[in-house]
């Protein structure tokens, strides 16, 4: 693994990324991660919600990076009807700064799909000014684009139910949908 932080250097190839579920020692943590880059309140990180697995991807004990998947879920998405069929979703992948581009992102997705045999899994990428980083993750997993679906997080995001961090004067993420069938 190599890595930059600004208290080390790019040689501790021989530190390992470890892969776990989420456990109770780390919901604090991942929580904040998950704050850190989603924006404060956005999302919440439990251990043992109903129809949800986050993993995490740990360096040196730390949370560095983790992936939340929902499953068996029959409601609509962010107000969006994905489907008629019951779905999952791969609803959030992050990895930190310093650490991204070494394929962890697409590990955490990996584990977390690794049991899903029947539904079909969306995914919404997340666009700030048209870019996102996630769609080589989505690639790496078989998605397939789908749909634009604008600014599902608009009146969330105005009412200040969650702090994007991406937020200007107004909302300026938009969603793309992506699926496996
Ligand atoms: C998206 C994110 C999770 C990717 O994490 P990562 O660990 O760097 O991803 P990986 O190393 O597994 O990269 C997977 C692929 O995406 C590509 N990629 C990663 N970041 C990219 C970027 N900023 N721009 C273009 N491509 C990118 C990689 O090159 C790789 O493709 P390859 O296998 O063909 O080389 C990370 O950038 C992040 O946390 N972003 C903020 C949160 C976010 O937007 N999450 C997605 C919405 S839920």
Known sequence: MVRKTPHET????EKVVRYLKLD???QAKVQQLSDLIFGKDYASIEVDADNEEVWIACLDE??????KYLFNQTNRYYNVKLTDQVYSVL???????NYRG????TKLAKLVM?????NPVFAVAWEITGNAAVLGVFK????RFKDNLGHIWKQQCLNNEFQCPAKKDECICTAA???TV
């Open 114 to 118: 690794k049991g899903e045999q029947e």
């Open 177 to 179: 949908l992506y699926s």
């Open 102 to 105: 070494h394929g962890i992102a």
């Open 24 to 26: 109770i020692k780390n």
């Open 62 to 67: 730390k949370p560095i990076g983790f992936c």
């Open 140 to 143: 790496a997993l078989g998605f």
């Open 10 to 13: 790019l040689r501790d190839e």
């Open 91 to 97: 609803d959030l992948v992050a990895v930190l700064p």
